[in-house]
């Protein structure tokens, strides 16, 4: 295991004053359950790191509130606290099944939503609903220095983020916008797996009006570098009547979108069908129409 | 780096100073002497190194030894009581639920885990528990079935 210091502090002000007096980059550290993988492996990534901050204590960041706007979770919820939280299952559920599908109940006990994001895996299983539900993210340097993103432009691609070195995620926040009224949807390849490693999931959300689609956002997860909504098919599918045939060529448009932008590889004949059969079925779920 | 880690293991408290780079695995079977928790992939997907803490299940493997101050842990060995396995421990060797016996450790502990929230699960719900504990010699179904039968035994 590779060496490092440990600290961990009992308020967030101590913990912000200590990060901002390093000179190198402090591995925040929450769950453990990407971190202690690289660091045992020695990873490269860690290779000017030689302190861990340890935030698991600090209360403030294991919160779940809402007000009339937004729903506002602390980075530090553990994916089974989200599992069985109320307000989440009232307004996100496509983020419920997200978490659920997260690796195993151990995982889950242990792995947290903000440690999900700053990893920036492109196949971390919570962005997809994230961006599905437009949430933002609040950055938090000094008490009263903070940076609002949106989870999407958080992302910058494979592993990397806006996350500067004396920073920490501090909440993430995402607005309700008549969510409870939404049908949504999270669907995964390999779901309830816990040793999945190849995750594609389709994460969308869709509101009705007199039978036809008002507003619809889907996101697919683990196959672009960056996490992005399928404005194709979205612009094709809004104002439309949910019927299979539709949701079909939705679900080719979503296929053809993701792979113009990441261009033919060795997986692509594999992949893209898989795509594009995840999307199907994904759209047909959140529309209640049977497949077959 | 030394730190210092106040917890309860199996209802007994302790006091440690040990080094911070130390995940809780180490802490167990090396500091305490705790040797029950096993080590299989180090990687957290096997489910071997599962233990309690503060009531949860999780992969010790994972945790950082700093990580347990003020935690309440439980490890197989706080299972049985003055010398006398549990109901859970003798149904899974009753029903042929130990072969080898590496993966017995977690497996308990996840089904404990699972018993103290849930004393009469479904199959569905045990499964769903040790979906993260890997067994290479029962094929599981022995293990469902002791643990089915404890909870019907907490009936
Ligand atoms: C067996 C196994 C199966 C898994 N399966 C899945 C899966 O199916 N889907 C999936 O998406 N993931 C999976 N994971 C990955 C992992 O569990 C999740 O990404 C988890 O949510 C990470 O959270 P954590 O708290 O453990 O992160 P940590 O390891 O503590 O941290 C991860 C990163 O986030 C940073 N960080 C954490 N919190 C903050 C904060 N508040 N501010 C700033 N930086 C912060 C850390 O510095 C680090 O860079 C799996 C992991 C394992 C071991
Ligand atoms: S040793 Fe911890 S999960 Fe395998
Ligand atoms: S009894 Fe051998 S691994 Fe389970």
């Given at each position: ?17 200590f ?13 453990g359950?990407d971190l ?31 007000d ?6 602390g980075?530090s ?8 939280n ?7 559920p496509?983020?419920?099944e ?17 440690g999900n ?38 992302i ?25 009224d939404?049908l ?7 779901r309830?797996?816990?040793?999945s490693?190849?995750?594609?999931s ?5 509101l ?10 889907i996101v697919?997860?683990a ?6 909504n ?10 439309k ?10 679900s ?12 033919e ?19 047909c779920?959140?529309?209640k129409?049977?497949?077959? | ?6 917890f ?12 911070n780079?130390?995940r809780?695995l ?6 305490l ?8 992939c ?16 999780v ?23 003055d ?11 009753k ?29 569905e ?22 643990i ?7 009936r």
């Open positions: 295991m590779k060496y490092f210091d440990y600290f961990s502090f009992d308020t967030l002000g101590e913990t912000l004053e990060l901002k007096k390093q000179k190198h980059f402090v591995k925040i550290i929450s769950g359950t202690i993988i690289e660091f045992r492996k020695n990873s490269p990534k860690l290779e000017n790191i030689d302190k861990v901050l340890d935030i698991s204590r600090l209360r403030v960041l294991k919160v779940i509130e809402e009339n706007d937004y729903v506002y979770i980075p919820c553990t994916h089974t606290e989200i599992v069985k109320d307000i989440i299952n009232k307004y996100f496509a983020l419920v997200a978490c659920l599908s997260i690796g195993c109940l151990q995982t889950r006990n242990q792995g947290t939503i903000g994001i700053v990893n920036s895996s492109p196949s971390a299983d919570t962005v997809p609903a994230l961006v599905s539900y437009n949430a933002e993210l609040e950055l938090l340097k000094d008490e009263n220095i903070e940076r609002i993103f949106k989870v999407k432009d958080f910058k691609g494979p592993y990397k983020n806006e996350l500067a070195k004396d920073e920490m995620l501090y909440c993430i926040r995402i607005p309700k916008d008549n969510t409870e939404r949504h949807v999270f669907e995964k390849l390999g309830r797996n816990a040793l490693i190849t995750r594609i389709v994460c969308a959300n869709a009705l009006e007199d039978g036809k689609i008002k507003k619809i956002t697919p997860g196959v672009l570098p960056r996490f992005k399928m404005k194709i098919a979205e612009d094709f599918l809004t104002g009547k949910p019927q299979k045939e539709v949701l079909r060529e939705a080719e448009l979503v296929a053809k979108e993701v792979f113009d932008e990441v261009g590889r060795w997986s692509t004949p594999y992949k893209k069908p898989v795509l594009e059969k995840m999307a199907f079925v994904a759209l779920k959140m529309f129409i049977e497949i077959i | 780096m030394i730190i210092h880690i106040k309860k293991v199996n209802g007994v408290d302790y006091d440690i100073k040990t080094e780079n130390k809780l180490d802490v167990l079977r090396d500091d002497r705790l040797t029950g928790t096993k080590e299989g180090g990687i957290g997907e096997c489910g071997a190194c599962t233990i309690i803490m503060d009531g949860e299940a992969n010790s493997c994972m945790v950082l030894a700093g990580r347990a101050n003020n935690t309440e842990i439980m490890t197989v060995e706080g299972l049985e009581k010398g006398e396995l549990s109901t859970l421990q003798d149904n899974f060797v029903m042929g639920a130990v072969q080898c016996g590496f993966c017995t450790p977690g497996m308990l502990m996840s089904a404990k885990a699972l018993l103290m929230k849930n004393p009469d699960p479904t199959v719900e045990i499964k769903e528990a040790i979906a993260g504990n890997l067994c290479r010699c029962t094929g599981y179904t022995q293990i469902v079935e002791a089915k039968k404890t909870g019907e035994e907490n």
